[in-house]
C-alpha cells in the first residue's frame, strides 16, 4: 500500500503562486509514475502534470509554461511537487495527487486550491 499526503494548498490572487507538495509512505520503492490531478465544481477530474521515474513531465495543455512538477527520490523519500506561477480563476479545483504502482492507482485526500480576483 502505498499514502500520499497532499500539502500547500490555499486561497491566492489571480497571478500568484502557490506550490503544493506531496509526501508518499508505505510500499514507495516500486511506485512508478507520480502526478497531479484537480477536479473543480461540476467538472471531471482531469490530469495536470506527471512525472515518470526517470524524471519524463507531461502537462495539460492549460497550464504548460505555468506549472512545475517535480520529484524528490533521494534518502528514500518519494515526494513530488507542483509549483504553479501565474495562476487563474480557472485553476481554482481540488487538486489530488497521484501515485501509481503494480498497476493501481493511489490517491491522495485532496487539497483546495482557490484563485480570486
Known amino acids: 500500500q502505498v499514502q500520499l499526503v497532499e500539502s500547500g494548498g490555499g486561497l491566492v490572487q489571480a497571478g500568484g503562486s502557490l506550490r503544493l507538495s506531496c509526501a508518499a509512505s508505505?510500499?514507495?520503492?516500486?511506485?512508478?509514475?507520480m502526478g497531479w490531478y484537480r477536479q473543480a465544481p461540476g467538472k471531471q477530474r482531469e490530469l495536470v502534470a506527471h512525472?515518470?521515474?526517470?524524471?519524463?513531465?507531461?502537462?495539460l495543455g492549460s497550464v504548460k509554461g505555468r506549472f512545475t512538477i517535480s520529484r524528490d527520490n533521494a534518502n528514500a523519500k518519494n515526494t513530488v511537487y507542483l509549483q504553479m506561477n501565474s495562476l487563474k480563476l480557472e485553476d481554482t479545483a481540488v487538486y489530488y495527487c497521484n501515485a501509481q504502482r503494480y498497476g493501481y492507482d493511489f490517491w491522495g485526500q485532496g487539497t483546495q486550491v482557490t484563485v480570486s480576483s
Open positions: 512525472i515518470t521515474t526517470s524524471g519524463s513531465e507531461s502537462y
Open positions: 508505505g510500499s514507495i520503492f516500486s511506485i512508478n509514475g
